[in-house]
């Protein structure tokens, strides 16, 4: 069975662009919450001193993930900025100091075991790069005498426009990301894995091919160029041909899914002891001059990223992740955090206003979870739970393919986020981190 999907236009012109290391901003604002699960809470205070590396922030809940200060320097405020759900979530404002230190607590983890490989990826604060957030080490927890898991799936597709930092992961960094396929195989006991790579990216499936040949359990899938390839449940069908169930996670047909940007920072982590505070991003969009990939501290503030960028003009909007996905915010003071991929700038943006549907059913043809998202309005519109429950809403992962082939311009990808919100109070807190994922 093929899933429906659409075309997008390619719009990577910061593909070949080598990553820049950008200067150390004056601040950093290092947000709690910066994956899916429970926040975090600070251990440190205002007035403290922190060094590089440095635990500031943690949580004893199952689904979260530790945070970690990515500068030496004093923590000299508590503010709050807007996480990946769109709420608001208390920060930490750190000013830099001129000497960075890095912290006694950065030392590579003794693995002798499974359990001891899983509380080290918990230890490093991995969450999905790819934009998810999701914990890493919760991925990596299920019981393998009741779950069997036969394939690492290893999502190098970066289906939206705009964005290059899984690809430039693979250009620059290609032997990390193998190596952390080899280590998590290896402690997790996974015989198989595959990458997946879209067919645009000619360079990069040539280079992780060259990286695995002598792999014989590692192949390398090239999948079609069409969106939303890098959905979890639409990649594991087209690399794997197996379907998740509505409710059911990745294990229940036998696969693990990570991105290859987490791959390649476990990778680095087991050996430096180094946890998660920078990350590679692209600066993007037709407000921009010349298009780059940027690696920055976790916590750096936007306006520090534009003002190192090359701009044609000033944005009239500002975007976190891609086009189709990403969250758009009105406050260049808004910190990048572990899951941002992407700033695009964008200039001239016109907002068209919607009109009544003309029941083309573009939109019922453009979604891969094979929703309906004009009866899944009607609902929302009516606040019908019970007929949101009915139509699968919690199948939609909101890539936006709706919305965007919409001739009347409807939203219907951000009511589905709206409807969901709706009905996480009457669901259980295992369908929560569902929707989560
Ligand atoms: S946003 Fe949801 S309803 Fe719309 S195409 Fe994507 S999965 Fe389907
Ligand atoms: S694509 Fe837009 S106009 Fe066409 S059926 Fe869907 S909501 Fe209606």
Do not use: W
Not at 228 to 246: C, D, S
């Amino acid at each position: 069975m093929k899933l429906n999907s659409i075309k997008l236009p390619r719009l990577n012109g910061a593909a070949e662009m080598q990553t820049v290391r950008l200067k150390l901003p004056e601040r950093v604002v290092i947000a709690m919450s910066q994956h899916g699960g429970v926040p975090c809470v600070p251990t440190v205070s205002v007035g403290d001193t922190v060094k590089t590396g440095q635990l500031i922030g943690d949580s004893d809940a199952v689904i979260s993930a530790p945070i970690h200060s990515s500068v030496t320097g004093k923590i000299v405020g508590v503010t709050k900025v807007l996480n990946v759900f769109g709420k608001l979530h208390e920060a930490l404002v750190i000013e830099t100091s001129p000497e960075q230190v890095l912290s006694e607590e950065v030392i590579p983890p003794f693995i002798d075991s499974r359990e001891d490989f899983i509380e080290a990826v918990k230890r490093s604060g991995s969450v999905g790069l790819g934009g998810a957030g999701f914990p890493t080490h919760v991925k990596f927890s299920y019981d393998p005498g009741t779950v069997k898991i036969d394939t690492l799936v290893v999502n190098g597709a970066e289906c939206e426009p705009y964005i290059t930092s899984d690809y430039r992961t693979f250009m620059e960094e290609g032997e990390k990301v193998a190596q952390g396929i080899r280590m998590i195989m290896k402690y997790l006991d996974i015989p198989r894995a595959v990458i997946g790579i879209e067919h645009d990216k000619p360079l990069a499936i040539k280079r992780m091919t060259e990286i695995t040949s002598s792999d014989s359990n590692i192949d390398v899938i090239t999948l079609p160029s069409r969106y939303p390839q890098g959905a979890e449940k639409v990649l594991i069908h087209n690399t794997l041909g197996r379907t998740i169930m509505e409710g059911e996670l990745p294990s229940s047909v036998g696969c693990v899914v990570l991105n290859c940007s987490t791959a390649a920072f476990i990778s680095d982590y087991l050996i430096t002891g180094m946890p998660l505070i920078s990350r590679r991003l692209t600066v993007d969009g037709n407000a921009v001059n010349k298009p780059m990939n940027v690696t920055v501290p976790i916590g750096t503030r936007a306006c520090d990223i534009m003002a190192a960028a090359d701009l044609r003009t000033q944005p009239d909007r500002a975007l976190f992740g891609g086009p189709m996905m990403g969250i758009s915010f009105y406050d260049t003071e808004m910190p990048i955090t572990k899951t941002t991929n992407a700033l695009l700038l964008f200039s001239e943006t016109v907002r068209d206003g919607d009109t009544p549907c003309i029941r083309c059913g573009r939109c019922v043809r453009a979604c891969s979870m094979g929703l309906m998202p004009t009866e899944l309005e009607h609902a929302f519109d009516k606040k019908d739970t019970e007929r949101l429950k009915k139509l699968n809403v919690n199948l939609c992962m909101n890539c936006g393919a709706c919305s965007y082939v919409c001739p009347a311009k409807r939203n219907l990808s951000e009511k589905n986020q709206l409807a969901k919100l709706l009905l996480r109070d009457s669901v259980s807190v295992k369908e929560r981190v569902l929707y989560e994922r």
